[in-house]
């Protein structure tokens, strides 16, 4: 089946710059997405890429997408311990989305 | 209101008994989906339903059914808990674009003894 694959573990310093890495096989995505989870919480969606674009850019959030190289990216600009979470990457092609295992990103003062 | 409310958050329940999770949407989608989340297992996908007659089993649907009573209601039940179906259970629903992604549900806690 199709598979998404990103790392479990990302630390960084507070006030840098982090960046969460994923790739996917699903050549037919249409959405990618990057989700967070916050401890004791559900999934909430962060931000969004439709498959025929290769940047989006909210405010501290960087999404790069090279469809080429199925690979997806999000960078958290000057990040805060507020940004401490697992975070999701998915994608959504011709059925079902498919989840990654999730990155836990930790923030050190 | 949250727009997806999974009940109970919490529970713990004994080997054997059987026990169903709820949950209830006001976003108005068809898609309604359930899975669970085990330390860095990610998420798996138990059960999914696209409409109210359309049913269909996840990668790990063993040991547990459900009912979709409503287009709003999606129910989860295990049959005869055993202790490794302790897990967090999220809820969640989409509509059929995608573009928006799922919301989820908070999350039910579930612990078997």
């Known amino acids: 089946g199709e598979d998404v694959e990103q790392s479990l573990f990302l630390s960084v310093r507070e006030g840098d710059s982090s960046v969460i890495n994923c790739t996917y096989t699903?050549?037919?995505?249409?959405?990618l997405y990057w989700y967070k989870q916050e401890p004791g919480a559900g999934l909430q969606l962060l931000t969004y890429i439709f498959s025929n674009m290769d940047m989006k850019q909210d405010q501290r959030l960087t999404v790069l997408l090279n469809k080429k190289d199925k690979h997806l990216s999000l960078r958290i600009a000057d990040t805060q311990t507020g940004d401490s979470a697992i975070y999701f990457c998915?994608?959504?092609?011709?059925?079902?989305?498919?989840f990654g295992r999730g990155t836990s990103l930790i923030v050190h003062p | 209101d949250a727009d997806v409310t999974q009940t109970p958050r919490n529970r713990i329940t004994k080997t054997g008994k059987r026990i169903m999770l709820e949950c209830s949407q006001t976003k108005g989608h068809d898609r309604m989906y359930w899975y669970r989340q085990d330390p860095g297992l990610g998420l798996r996908l138990i059960y999914y339903s696209f409409d109210v007659k359309d049913i269909n089993k996840g990668e790990i649907s063993d040991g547990y059914s459900v009912s979709r009573q409503a287009q709003a209601k999606f129910s989860l039940s295990l049959e005869s808990a055993i202790p490794n179906q302790t897990a967090l259970y999220f809820c969640a629903t989409s509509d059929r674009t995608g573009r928006f992604g799922y919301t989820f549900g908070s999350g039910t806690r579930l612990t078997v003894v």
């Open positions: 998915a994608e959504w092609g011709s059925y079902i989305p498919t």
């Open positions: 699903d050549s037919s995505s249409t959405y």
